[in-house]
């Protein structure tokens, strides 16, 4: 429930979610975008916008479409029902994600400052990640990431060619890596510098809490979750649609 207007929540800036959804998805396979995949049914882009609307932090979302299906998505989320507290807003993507998250931020309200930057392709969140990012925002850190502890070793490599060896030349020390997954949480002020002075070549950032780093700004991580996966081959689906089918047998979630 939104806060009232002379309670004290009111006072703190809003938090706004930003969900880029523009690209094509291409690993997994022909058809249509990855984040309109159907996941149980329902389209892996209906399932990000109603984990980032369970949030009670959460009062708008920005869904980023791709460039020409702004209209289509927009039906797509109508025909879809989608949490009444939080008001769901559709505006037309770019050509990169760094440029379709640039026009996310430029169509949030001027009261918005706190920022979620979500992938539709981690439709499974849970709410207490979300809560867990816009708190630790709302608490004073300018850049927070959710994370977990990597379970394999990682090794550094130099790329060859490809389906020839690649020499290893270096093993991370495990405990001081991360995996990184989504939302990531940001000042507005902070996201907005990083997106008007850090450009990236080729496909453009991936990784917005990377641009904040490359500011010199500080960026801090809270603990991720298993079930915040990104969708991104055939197999990850199947492990979802499993994930899906327990959460509805044993709290009735939809």
Avoid: W, Y
């Amino acid at each position: 429930m939104n806060a009232q207007p002379n309670s004290p929540a009111s006072h703190l800036p809003r938090t706004a979610a930003v969900i880029p959804a523009a690209g094509r998805g291409v690993r997994l396979g022909p058809g249509a975008p990855k984040a309109l995949r159907a996941l149980a049914g329902t389209p892996m882009l209906v399932h990000a916008v109603r984990a980032m609307a369970r949030s009670r932090a959460v009062s708008l979302v920005v869904v980023v479409a791709p460039p020409d299906g702004a209209a289509e998505v927009r039906t797509l989320l109508d025909d879809h029902a989608l949490p009444e507290t939080t008001d769901v807003v559709v505006v037309p993507g770019g050509e990169t994600r760094q440029e379709s998250v640039g026009l996310g931020l430029a169509a949030l309200p001027d009261d918005v400052g706190v920022v979620l930057v979500h992938d539709a392709a981690r439709p499974l969140v849970p709410v207490d990640t979300v809560d867990a990012v816009a708190a630790a925002v709302r608490s004073g850190a300018p850049a927070v990431v959710p994370a977990l502890p990597l379970a394999d070793t990682v090794k550094q490599v130099e790329p060859a060619a490809a389906g020839e060896p690649e020499p290893v030349v270096g093993t991370p020390e495990r405990a001081r890596l991360r995996a990184v997954q989504t939302p990531q949480g940001f000042d507005r002020a902070v996201l907005v510098e990083a997106h008007e002075k850090i450009h990236c070549e080729g496909d453009g950032a991936t990784d917005d809490a990377g641009m904040v780093e490359r500011l010199g700004v500080p960026v801090v991580v809270v603990p991720g979750h298993e079930e915040a996966f990104k969708v991104t081959r055939p197999l990850d689906l199947v492990l979802a649609e499993a994930v899906l089918a327990r959460r509805r047998a044993t709290d009735g979630f939809t």
